[in-house]
């Protein structure tokens, strides 16, 4: 049963770039949300997708962007890379319906370390 | 105020010791309660899930829930240096268009030999 998937791992911009991490769900999973990971810090969260749509947001500026396909992965996207973007960026699969229960399972993460 | 607290730490502690764990929060729908472990430069693991109020035992791991009192518990038994990690409690609404995950700061436990 495969797991939460991201690629790439680690990535190195420059201030102003843009950049698109990528993430796969668990199997059956149909909802991915995006979160943001500073060090020593909790995970803040980004946006969930669900159906193809962004259902909610939390308090990042519109420079963080995303995407679902109908395969259900999903695409975070940063624009106007700060030195404040880097971070460790995490995608979480889970379960959207009758069975909802709260569960998000992890990925590993993208560590974006921006210069 | 943040709308969840948790034990900063860090904490040190013997083979075999029991770990406790602690997270308080503000927000009273919150109804699905969680802990993560996340190993240095990784993913966070989900270890334990508990519906509202309540105790959940799964092998070594405890997990308490009072409602009334807005205060989770993770309690870890025998511990093992392979718990060595940091912890993250986690918390959700999921009934009040509120899908997102609201967690703690971590706690970072290191089980000595």
């Known amino acids: 049963d495969a797991g939460v998937t991201q690629s790439p791992t680690h990535l190195i911009k420059t201030r102003g770039q843009q950049v698109t991490l990528r993430c796969s769900p668990k199997?059956?999973?149909?909802?991915v949300s995006w979160y943001q990971q500073a060090l020593g810090q909790g995970p803040q969260f980004i946006f969930q997708?669900?159906?193809?749509?962004?259902?909610q947001r939390g308090n990042f500026p519109d420079r963080f962007s995303g995407h679902q396909f109908p395969n259900y992965s999903s695409e975070l996207n940063v624009n106007a890379l700060l030195l404040g973007d880097s971070a460790l960026y995490l995608c979480?699969?889970?379960?959207?319906?009758?069975?909802?229960?709260?569960?998000?399972?992890f990925g590993p993460g993208t560590r974006l370390t921006v210069t | 105020q943040k709308e969840v607290e948790q034990d900063p730490g860090p904490l040190s502690v013997p083979e075999g010791a029991i770990v406790s764990l602690n997270c308080t929060y503000s927000?009273?729908?919150?109804?699905?309660f969680m802990w993560y472990r996340q190993y240095s430069r990784k993913g966070p693991e989900l270890l334990m899930y508990?519906?509202?109020?309540g105790n959940k035992e799964d092998g070594r791991f405890t997990a308490q829930v009072d409602k009334s009192s807005k205060y989770i518990s993770l309690f870890i038994r025998d511990s093992q240096p392979s718990d060595s990690a940091t912890y993250l409690c986690?918390?959700?609404?999921?009934?009040?268009?509120?899908?997102?995950?609201?967690f703690g700061a971590g706690t970072t436990v290191t089980v000595r030999a």
């Open positions: 508990t519906y509202s109020s």
């Open positions: 979480a699969s889970s379960l959207t319906g009758g069975a909802e229960t709260g569960e998000q399972y």
């Open positions: 997708y669900y159906e193809e749509e962004e259902r």
């Open positions: 927000n009273s729908a919150f109804q699905y």
């Open positions: 199997s059956g999973h149909d909802t």
């Open positions: 986690a918390m959700t609404s999921i009934g009040s268009n509120d899908y997102k995950l609201s």
